[in-house]
C-alpha cells in the first residue's frame, strides 16, 4: 500500500518529499530529484519562502518525466500570524488571499492539500479555519488539514459545527509519538501526517543556521555505534534513516523525508521493500519521550 485515504475522494502518498530550509533558489533541483527518484507528494509553506522555486521544480520534473499534474499530490501551509511574535493574525480574507498567492507562487491551479501551520492566534483559529474551508469549495485545495494542532484546538472546531479536518501534520518519530493525540486523530478519522521523521540521527539539521531544540546530548546519542538504529539497520540491511521511515509507514503515518543530497533522497524513498519486525516495533514504542523538538521556540502544539 503505496497510499493512505485522506477523505471520501483523496488518497495521500505515504512517501513525501520535504523541503523546509532548502532556500529557493536551491530547492527545484532537490525537488525535481525527488520526482524522478519516485516521490510523489512535495510538501512545501508559506513560510518555507521556497514555493517559487519548488513550483520550478515541479514544472520541470512533470515535463522530463512525462507526468501529469494529478499525478502529483503537492501540499502547502497558511502562515498563519502569530501576534506573540509581533506578526498580525490573518483573518478568513487574508487566509484566502494567502492560498491564491501561493497557487501563482506554486504556478499550479490547485492544491492537493493546503494545512493551517500551526495554531498560533486563539482568537483568528476560527475565522482561518473558515477560509481553508471556502478555498475546498472553490477547488483551490482539494482536501484541507491542520499542522501542530492539538486535540484541544481540533476539538474548537467541532465545537463550532465546522467541518473536521482530514490531516494534522505533526512531529511524529520514536522520540516523540505522541500516543494520545494519535489516537484521537486515527478515531476522528484526521490522517497523522510525521514531520522531522529523522530527528533521532545524529546527522539531523547539523549545518548551520539549522536550529532546533534537539540538544548536543541528543546528537551524541544518535552517534554511538550500538545506537538502536544502526542495530536494527544492520540487521536489516538498510541505513537508520530507512528504518525510521519504515516505522512511520508500518505506523500508518505518511512521512515527508527532507535531503538536498541525491543520494539520500533516493534512498529515503526505498522503504516499501522490508518490514520492521514486531520486537523493534515493540522496542521503538517504549522509546517516546513526549515533546518535540524540531521547534527552536518549543513544541507549538502547547500553543494557547
Ligand atoms: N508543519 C511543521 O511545523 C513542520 C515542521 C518541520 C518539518 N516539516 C516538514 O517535514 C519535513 C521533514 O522534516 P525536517 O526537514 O525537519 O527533517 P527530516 O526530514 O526528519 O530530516 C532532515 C535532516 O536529516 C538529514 N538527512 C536526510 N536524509 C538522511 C539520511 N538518509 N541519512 C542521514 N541524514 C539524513 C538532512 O540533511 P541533508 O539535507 O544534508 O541530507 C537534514 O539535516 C520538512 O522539510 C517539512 O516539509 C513541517
Do not use: C
Not at 520526482?35 to 513560510?47: F, L, S, W
Not at 515541479?58 to 503537492?74: C, M, N, P, T, Y
Not at 495554531?119 to 491542520?146: C, N, S
Amino acid at each position: 500500500m503505496k497510499t493512505r485515504i485522506l477523505s471520501a475522494d483523496v488518497e495521500i502518498p505515504y512517501l513525501g518529499f520535504g523541503t523546509y530550509l532548502i532556500a529557493d533558489d536551491e530547492v527545484a533541483a532537490a525537488v525535481s530529484e525527488a520526482i524522478r527518484a519516485g516521490y510523489r507528494h512535495i510538501d512545501t509553506a508559506e513560510g518555507y519562502q521556497n514555493e517559487s522555486g519548488v513550483g520550478a521544480g515541479i514544472k520541470q520534473a512533470l515535463e522530463s518525466e512525462g507526468l501529469a499534474r494529478s499525478d502529483l499530490f503537492v501540499t502547502t501551509k497558511l502562515w498563519p500570524g502569530n501576534p506573540a511574535w509581533g506578526q498580525p493574525a490573518k483573518t478568513t480574507a487574508s487566509t484566502v488571499t494567502s492560498l491564491n498567492e501561493s497557487l501563482e507562487r506554486l504556478g499550479l491551479d490547485y492544491v492537493d492539500l493546503y494545512l493551517i501551520h500551526a495554531p498560533f492566534d486563539r482568537d483568528q483559529r476560527l475565522a482561518q479555519w473558515r477560509g481553508l474551508v471556502e478555498l475546498k469549495r472553490q477547488g483551490k485545495a482539494r482536501a484541507i488539514g491542520v499542522s501542530n494542532f492539538s486535540i484541544q484546538h481540533i476539538e474548537e472546531l467541532k465545537a463550532a459545527g465546522l467541518p473536521l479536518p482530514v490531516a494534522n501534520q505533526i512531529e511524529l518519530h520514536p522520540w516523540s509519538q505522541k500516543p494520545e493525540l494519535v489516537r484521537y486523530l486515527n478515531d476522528n478519522a484526521i490522517t497523522p501526517i510525521a514531520y522531522s521523521s529523522l530527528v533521532p540521527l545524529s546527522t539531523w539539521r547539523t549545518a548551520k543556521g539549522q536550529d532546533s531544540a534537539k540538544t548536543d546530548q541528543m546528537k551524541a546519542e544518535g552517534a554511538q555505534a550500538d545506537a538502536p538504529f544502526k542495530v536494527m539497520a544492520k540487521k536489516y540491511g538498510v541505513s537508520e534513516a530507512q528504518v525510521l521511515l519504515r516505522w512511520a509507514i508500518q505506523k500508518g503515518y505518511p512521512v515527508l523525508p527532507k535531503s538536498t543530497n541525491p543520494e539520500r533522497i533516493r534512498k529515503n524513498a526505498d522503504i516499501f521493500g522490508f518490514n520492521v519486525d514486531d520486537q523493534d516495533m515493540a522496542a521503538i514504542e517504549k522509546m517516546d519521550r513526549g515533546d518535540g523538538v524540531a521547534w527552536t521556540t518549543g513544541d507549538p502544539t502547547k500553543a494557547p
